[in-house]
T-cell receptor, first 116, second 111 residues
Framework: EPEVTQTPSHQVTQMGQEVILRCVPI?????FYWYRQILGQKVEFLVS????????KSEIFDDQFSVERPDGSNFTLKIRSTKLEDSAMYFC??????????????FGPGTRLLVL | EDQVTQSPEALRLQEGESSSLNCSYT??????LFWYRQDPGKGPEFLFT?????EEKEKERLKATLTKKESFLHITAPKPEDSATYLC????????????WGAGTKLIIKP
């Protein structure tokens, strides 16, 4: 069964350092998302991406964040200068298409980011 | 503002003891309501999508229902392997397909 994969599973970094989180969405999916979940809190939307551009972003997704689809399979989230409060589990998701009825978003296993 | 509230926060049941989890939502116009299961340290695993009031979906011991204000996840004769956090999320017409999440219900099934 096709699944979303994410690497690395864990990432420890120093405050102020740049990190890149990687995702391989399901192969025939066209819409990609990043969410985060701070320990013990709700899942929060960061950004959605379609046709090589951002479709929607939340207030969390400020200038320190960027997304990219560098090739036909990978989808990345970059945090330019990490802060302590960026420590969280980051989930990538993908969906097949937007139609009148919403397509289900399928999630990867997550990358646990710890900023020291 | 779109909002999702889940109750209870935690639920402990004996194996075989059926119960229901609640997801109340306020949204400008509902595009879809989603149920996911999340195991500790893992990503949300898709269970159901509901689109309109009156709709029901079933999968093994789980059944999801939807009204105009809330959704229920009914668990019939649960087993210990059903222990997980169950998350509800909605998608509103005003959003560009982002999911708005509830805090989840942590379900523990004791053998």
């Amino acid at each position: 069964e096709p699944e979303v994969t994410q690497t690395p599973s864990h990432q420890v970094t120093q405050m102020g350092q740049e990190v890149i989180l990687r995702c391989v969405p399901i192969s025939n999916h066209l819409y990609f998302y990043w969410y985060r979940q701070i320990l013990g809190q709700k899942v929060e939307f960061l950004v959605s991406f379609y046709n090589n551009e951002i479709s929607e972003k939340s207030e969390i997704f400020d200038d320190q964040f960027s997304v990219e689809r560098p090739d036909g399979s990978n989808f990345t989230l970059k945090i330019r200068s990490t802060k302590l409060e960026d420590s969280a589990m980051y989930f990538c998701a993908s969906s097949e298409a937007f139609r009148d009825m919403q397509e289900t978003q399928y999630f990867g296993p997550g990358t646990r980011l710890l900023v020291l | 503002e779109d909002q999702v509230t889940q109750s209870p926060e935690a639920l402990r049941l004996q194996e075989g003891e059926s119960s229901s989890l609640n997801c109340s939502y306020t949204v400008s116009g509902l595009r879809g309501l989603f149920w996911y299961r999340q195991d500790p340290g893992k990503g949300p695993e898709f269970l159901f999508t509901l689109y309109s009031a009156g709709e029901e979906k079933e999968k093994e011991r789980l059944k999801a229902t939807l009204t105009k204000k809330e959704s229920f996840l009914h668990i019939t004769a649960p087993k210990p392997e059903d222990s997980a956090t169950y998350l509800c999320a909605v998608q509103g017409m005003d959003s560009n397909y982002q999911l708005i999440w509830g805090a989840g219900t942590k379900l523990i099934i004791k053998p």
